[in-house]
């Protein structure tokens, strides 16, 4: 079987009925395009053809766009709104912080000391901690952190693992074998430091540590596999990776910024039971407002802002940011974790997810197509017969945004990512119910 394909006039009718449910997106979208570039502002959603949905108000699982469709939203702003948006737990945080701090503070308040005890209550592996503004930043940063501390200069990452656009880690990070597809602002010479390996083979993770020996400050990984999980690790490799890097006195690295506060509410290294040396943080972990944080050893971590108290301000790394430890994402943060403490979110998002991921597999099966959908958790990832090499990535997407395209046209419709869906703790069985409804409406465009 190969990737279901559209014919242009299919494709035209599909393109029609979505123009005529959502006119205003339509004429909002030719308005931002003449001041936005394509990705300026946001950056995902913006890769939907023929246009994006724009969005008027969202609440708990839903969306509402500026044409008054209702969308069950499995999108969550990458997972960011993983408790429902305008979560009221979380709203009265952030007014709470607002009426004390006001819009911004760059001072000392005591709401970044919470927060990291809160972090480090979940993550035992985190002794200490350094909050930023985003996942990016935080994968960035990271990677000095390991050099500054080990001396050494090269990092090791694993093809089609994503870290964010910074210009450490990019390359190879939309899927395996992209390279240095959208890296053309980054001087080919920069990856001389990156060393970008299959994953799942310790063997050749070992011999890259032997013929770089004394080089490599750390390995960084997404712990469940690229994708956030799409394409999983086989089991025990997390460990193998830890006696490893042990073993070469090379630091270990979790990117857990997708998967920590989700997959369990202490991330992937609590389900596997592997503890990093250093962990990076982001999404979901302040609450929906823009923050990133990198945390671990305390001797590592140290290289941050020097302990000697002669020069107490002096580290061998200096990361100044006006927002860093914004009080509004401190505060929505420390409620967000707290939210998860008491409910049962996570377990619900995964059950929901395992039961996604089972209605699609029926509803392709009966409509005999090479399309498959699996769990990861509470992320259900999509397979063309499982694959999804590069040589395929055109039709891929092409069929992806097809697939996307009528889901929107459901209604209520579903709002996806590229590729997965990621589930809420507070998406319902009757949500699961409508989107395969939507999935199957989806599905038989093909047909
Ligand atoms: C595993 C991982 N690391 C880092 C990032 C970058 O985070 P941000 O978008 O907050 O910059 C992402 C974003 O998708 C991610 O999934």
Redesign the pocket.
């Known amino acids: 079987m190969s990737i279901p394909k559209l014919s242009d006039e299919k494709y035209r009718e599909v393109v029609a009925a979505y123009e005529k449910k959502t006119p205003k997106s339509k004429l909002l979208n030719l308005e931002s395009r003449k001041y936005i570039v394509p990705m300026g502002a946001p950056a995902y959603m913006i890769w939907h053809r023929p246009y994006p949905l724009f969005i008027d108000n969202a609440k708990g699982s839903k969306l509402y766009d500026v044409d008054g469709n209702e969308y069950i939203d499995m999108f969550i702003d ?1 997972g960011i709104s993983y408790i429902g948006h305008k979560a009221p737990a979380i709203r009265k945080a952030i007014d709470k912080a607002l009426d004390k701090y006001g819009f911004h503070l760059e001072m000392c308040a005591e709401l970044a000391t919470k927060w990291a005890q809160k972090v480090m209550q979940h993550y035992p592996s985190i002794k200490k901690i350094k909050i930023v503004n ?3 930043e935080a ?1 960035e940063l990271v990677c000095q952190i390991a050099r500054a501390f080990t001396g050494k200069t090269k990092i090791i990452k694993f093809a089609g693992h ?3 656009w910074n210009g450490v880690l990019s390359y190879d990070a939309l899927a395996a074998g992209s390279g240095t597809l959208f890296t053309l602002g980054i001087p080919n010479n920069h990856w001389d430091n990156l060393i970008n390996l299959p994953p799942n083979d310790i063997g050749i993770v070992e011999k890259a540590l032997i013929d770089n020996r004394d080089q490599v400050a750390a390995v960084v990984l ?1 712990p469940l596999g690229a994708s ?1 999980g799409g394409k999983p690790l086989i089991e025990g490799f997390q460990k193998q990776l830890r006696e490893l890097t042990t073993k070469y006195n090379v630091l270990l690295v979790f ?1 857990e ?2 998967t920590g506060f989700r997959v369990a509410i202490g991330g992937a290294q609590q389900v596997l039971g592997v503890t990093p040396d250093l962990t ?1 943080l ?2 979901p972990a302040g609450g929906g407002i823009p923050m ?1 944080a990198v945390g671990g050893r305390e001797d590592v971590m140290s290289v941050v802002g020097a302990l000697d108290p002669k020069a107490e301000h002096f580290g061998p790394l200096f990361p100044m940011g006006s927002f860093c430890a914004h009080p509004l994402a401190m505060a929505a943060g420390i409620a967000f974790i707290e939210e998860l403490e008491k409910g049962d979110y996570i377990q619900n998002s995964i059950d929901r997810a395992s039961d996604l991921a089972k209605g699609i597999n029926e509803i392709t099966a009966r409509l005999k197509m090479d399309v498959s959908a699996h769990a990861i958790y509470s992320i259900v990832h999509f397979g063309l017969n499982g694959k999804f090499d590069m040589s395929q990535v055109i039709e891929v997407f092409e069929f992806d945004l097809m697939i996307r395209l009528g889901l929107l046209l459901g209604n209520p419709g579903v709002v996806v990512l590229p590729g997965h869906v990621y589930m809420s703790g507070v998406m319902t069985e009757k949500d699961i119910q409508k989107s395969l409804a939507a999935f199957e409406t989806a599905f038989k465009i093909y047909k």
């Open positions: 990458q985003s996942g990016n994968t994503h870290h964010g997404e956030t990117d910024v997708a990076c982001g999404k990133g």
